[in-house]
């Protein structure tokens, strides 16, 4: 079935480190591929997503490229701050499944100053 | 911007009591979950509705029912309410329709402390 694997955790960073978290997928078809966050205390916030190979979605300035030949989407950020600390969360979706989304099981992330 | 309300963030509740978990969403979505989530094991599906009075069993229905009367609100029920239910639960709405780009939207959570 399909399911999603994220490199575990807890990372912890100083500030201006660069940031690299792991996800790879599987799936059979086009999924659609997600990170969110979970700041403490708060529900999942859409972070960046891709809907094809090669896609490269960004926000604040994280990154993410839909790689289907690795079927990985590793989350990337040149310089993290201590305002990123939190839960990060990779998922699929693939619209012939009807409408589940699968998540990894998160990689908790601090920021140290 | 869409909204997922939660209708209670905190909970205390007794073993063996009948628990209920409200959520309502704004945006119309034709989709919504209830998720449990705890450490070490992520996000877990319980259950699902695509529409109302739909609902699917998802990875751990025991121990849940759900209720969907209105497009805009999906109920969560523990019936009996036991100390391995503690945990907090995560709503959740997205759009119907064939678009696989459709994004998930979730609600603040809701911790439920069984004791």
């Known amino acids: 079935g399909d399911s999603v694997t994220q490199m575990e955790g807890p990372v912890t960073l100083s500030e201006e480190a660069f940031l690299t978290i792991n996800c790879t997928y599987t799936?059979?078809?086009?999924?659609?591929l997600f990170w969110y966050v979970q700041y403490p205390g708060e529900g999942l916030q859409l972070l960046l997503k891709?809907?094809?190979?090669?896609d490269k979605g960004s926000n604040k300035g994280f990154e993410a490229t839909y790689r289907k030949e690795t079927t990985s989407f590793h989350l990337e950020k040149g310089s993290v701050q201590v305002s990123d600390s939190a839960v990060y969360f990779c998922?699929?979706?693939?619209?012939?499944?009807?409408?589940?989304?699968?998540f990894g099981t998160g990689t908790s992330l601090t920021v140290i100053p | 911007d869409v909204k997922v309300t939660q209708s209670s963030r905190y909970l205390v509740k007794r073993t063996g009591e009948k628990v209920f978990l409200e959520c309502v969403q704004d945006?119309?979505?034709?989709?919504m979950f209830w998720y449990r989530q705890d450490p070490g094991l992520g996000l877990r599906l319980i259950y699902f509705?695509?529409?109302?009075?739909?609902?699917e069993k998802g990875d751990i229905p025991e121990g849940y029912s759900v209720s969907r009367e209105k497009k805009e609100r999906f109920s969560l029920i523990l019936e009996s309410a036991s100390t391995n239910q503690t945990s907090m639960y995560l709503c959740?709405?997205?759009?119907?329709?064939?678009?696989?780009?459709?994004?998930?939207?979730f609600g603040e959570g809701s911790w439920l402390t069984v004791v």
């Open positions: 959740a709405s997205s759009p119907g329709g064939e678009s696989s780009g459709n994004t998930i939207y």
């Open positions: 799936a059979t078809g086009y999924p659609s």
């Open positions: 891709a809907t094809k190979a090669d």
């Open positions: 998922a699929l979706r693939r619209k012939d499944t009807g409408n589940q989304f699968y």
């Open positions: 945006m119309d979505h034709e989709n």
């Open positions: 509705s695509y529409d109302v009075k739909m609902k």
